[in-house]
């Protein structure tokens, strides 16, 4: 729906949450062979994210705890996509990060380096100062005329490119943040110059343009996640965020992995984009701990 109009508009997401939340409920409950009276709480996602979207969920959760007379518990959003690496699954190997440990969390709408001291506390040490990475992935692709969202597409395309064809400025950005929109203007203006030139430009060199951007997205992110692991003395090293999915940047962290003597934690590919397991893995602990909402509880499109 999100791609004919090249990128989320609000007001539709909202109206497709409102249309999808009950036969999604209803959906879910039966492939998990549960019944509502089975359910011992019920967690939803405060923020941050689309308000719209967010009220959608969050009176969904709220009714159907009321209704059951089970603890609703809230989730910040973020603390989900990090909490996935603590997700058990039937017959796989289930390795587990140890605290404290570091993520670096990339995703659509943030860019941050964490440090986990425990599953609920977290401290932000880095973070992006404009566009987060994913946007950076999603904005170039706009501009190569490439569907939205453009990361899994950029992805795909770098696979057949060299990623050395071209480069692109680097940005300054002193201690463990992030800056992505030096990036995004360069290669806006790169293409623009080079269009010009030869009308054909993007076409012919699609593979190679995904590649050197994706390297280069890549590069900024390892290279402060390399700073932050030397800084704190962490080794445990998680990913997290639809950005995780990239293979460029799994890759490139197992390597650096190798390199530093970390030990590394990427998350399976379901569980990097947005889901719902992270935020039922997230409430959970704060299920033992009864860390509960009120009734009155309201989201927040805005959380640190
Ligand atoms: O975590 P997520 O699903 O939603 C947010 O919380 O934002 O992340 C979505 C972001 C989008 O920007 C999307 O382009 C990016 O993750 N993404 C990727 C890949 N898969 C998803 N970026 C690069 N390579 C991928 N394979
Ligand atoms: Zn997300």
Redesign the pocket.
Known sequence: MHEAYGGVVPELASRVHQQNIIPVVDQAMKAANVIPSDISAVAFTRGPGLMGSLLVGSSFAKGFALSRNIPLIDIN?LQG?VLVHFIKEKDKANRHPKFPFLCLLV????TQIIVVKSYLEMEIIGQTIDD?A??A??KCAKVMGLPY????M??KLAKEGNANAFKFSKPLINDLDFSFSGLKTSFLYFLRDRVKENPEFIEHNKADLCASLQHSIVNILIEKLAKAAKLTGIKQIALA???S???GLRQASKEEAEKRNWDLFVPEFKF???NAAMIAITGYFKYLIKEFASQDIAPLARMI
Do not use: M
Not at 107 to 110: E, R
Not at 149 to 152: E, N, S
């Open positions: 959003h996509h995703s659509g709408g943030h987060a994913g946007e992935f999603d969202p453009g990361g899994p950029i992805d965020g639809g950005v999915a990239n293979s990097t984009t947005d």
